[in-house]
């Protein structure tokens, strides 16, 4: 099968223009290896990445929050819930204290103010079936008594006679009040008669009187206690039906308010026989054990929130004017190898601190909240706050690059395709703690070389 011409040649271009590529790269691999050969130099092959300009800081992991723990009361430990390390929600019993007397009390006291609720619920349902018949009841009896006692007096008798007593009563008083608001310049006769109108409701209400008085009297002595019984019997039973006044219910409100209160203070002295914890956090120091007599307020360890971690770092005074509130940062730590936690500036002081002579701002960072679970409070950190990043550019580390402050320019030493080691100028961009950008001098690829030990070598021949 016979291929293309097209495509023949098309392959055939490729393959030209590839060889010196080919033969480039591979003279530079050769001038590498060549160089690497040399035990005083160190290699570098210049590749794109980021670069990142930070101002650095020492401090110390801090909580955000620390809470003493102490008892309300003075007492002997009964139990420990808790110990050193723990993680408690606010509220936790860490400890209590013996707590007997103190836990009857609270019984007591709530046995009293459901006595208390439950008097008022009676109260205001009104009376049941059974005590309106024990109230009618005792309305008979008190009927037959009278009647036993006043010689067989009917009840309804007394009951018409009274009122026709309390009727002839208010006819009097009628008569004298149309008599006193009488005006003036009537004729004498109608002054008369209006007298005679007054005496004759005296008149009749004296009869009445004489005859409520004789019926009660009857023939017996005890008619008149009799009476009167069945008057109380009565009263009851409209009480009853009446319902509970404004008066009961305002006492047997004031009876549950004071039940209430003694339950409050009850459970109040329950409740300082208990430690509990005040935050949500970390038990980070605990001296208690069973047995151990206790005094109020005396402190017996400490609940750290742990979350988030914060580090506290003095910031030089010239630096710390290119920080920012939320800007980033990254953490090391002295006693954790190969790790850099995420943070954000949370607060930068407004105040300086001097020291010797030196002015520092304290700034606060706040840890990334999946930072490493062995990062403990009190630990030595290293603060990176990044003011600066470039990425997806040429950059080598600083080691590789000479300076030539006089004159502001810049050099490394580039090995090249004889091998051999060539100065050149480069032109840096931004300018990190480790790296630096490359503007212009190099390309992805090139190889560069430093003298270890030294500075960067100026120029170095093959041989």
Do not use: W
Request: proline residues 3%; contains cysteine.
């Amino acid at each position: 099968m016979k291929r293309p011409v097209g495509c023949s040649l098309l392959l055939l271009a490729v393959l030209l223009l590839g060889i010196p590529v080919l033969v480039f790269a591979g003279r530079q691999g050769q001038a590498a290896a060549q160089a690497a050969q040399r035990a005083d130099i160190e290699l570098y092959t210049v590749v794109p990445g980021d670069v990142t300009v930070a101002v650095t800081a020492l401090g110390q992991v801090d909580a955000d929050t620390n809470a003493n723990l102490s008892f309300s009361s003075a007492g002997r430990v009964a139990e420990v819930m808790a110990q050193q390390g723990d993680l408690v929600r606010a509220g936790d019993v860490v400890a209590r204290l013996s707590n007997d007397a103190q836990q009857i009390a609270v019984e007591q006291a709530r046995l009293g103010l459901e006595t208390a609720q439950l008097r008022r619920d009676d109260l205001l349902a009104g009376p049941d079936s059974g005590q309106i018949a024990v109230a009618q009841a005792n309305i008979d009896a008190a009927r037959a008594g009278y009647r036993s006692a006043a010689g067989g007096a009917d009840p309804d008798d007394l009951r018409a006679a009274e009122l026709s007593y309390q009727q002839a009563q208010a006819a009097v008083a009628n008569a004298q009040e149309a008599r006193t608001t009488a005006s003036g310049g009537q004729p004498e006769q109608a002054y008369s008669l209006l007298d005679a109108q007054v005496g004759a409701a005296s008149f009749q209400a004296e009869i009445a009187r004489l005859r409520l008085q004789a019926m009660r009297r009857g023939s017996g002595a005890q008619a008149g206690p009799a009476a009167a019984r069945i008057d109380q019997a009565e009263a009851e039973l409209a009480r009853l039906l009446a319902g509970p006044t404004q008066s009961q219910i305002d006492s047997a409100d004031a009876a549950i308010a004071q039940a209430s209160a003694a339950l409050d203070r009850a459970q109040s002295a329950l409740d300082n026989t208990l430690l509990t914890a005040p935050i949500d956090g970390t038990i980070t120091t605990l001296d208690l054990e069973v047995g151990m007599l206790i005094a109020p307020s005396v402190p017996l360890g400490v609940v750290t929130d742990v979350t988030p971690l914060r580090v506290r770092v003095n910031v030089d005074e010239i630096d710390v004017r290119q920080l920012h509130q939320d800007m980033n940062a990254s953490i090391t730590f002295d006693a954790l190898d190969n790790i850099a936690v995420p943070a954000t500036v949370e607060q930068i002081a407004l105040i300086g601190v001097d020291q010797g002579g030196i002015v520092s701002y304290p700034v606060t960072l706040r840890l990334d909240e999946s930072a490493d679970s062995r990062i403990r409070v009190g630990m030595t950190a290293e603060a990176s706050l990044i003011t600066d990043t470039v990425t997806s550019v040429l950059y080598v580390p600083n080691r590789f690059i000479r300076l030539d402050r006089q004159h502001g320019t810049a050099f490394v030493n580039r090995v090249n395709a004889a091998g051999e080691l060539e100065e050149i100028e480069i032109t840096l961009g931004l300018q990190g703690e480790e790296n630096s950008e490359i503007v212009d001098g190099l390309q992805p690829g090139d190889v560069i070389a430093v003298e270890l030990g030294g500075d960067a070598i100026s120029m170095f021949g093959g041989g």
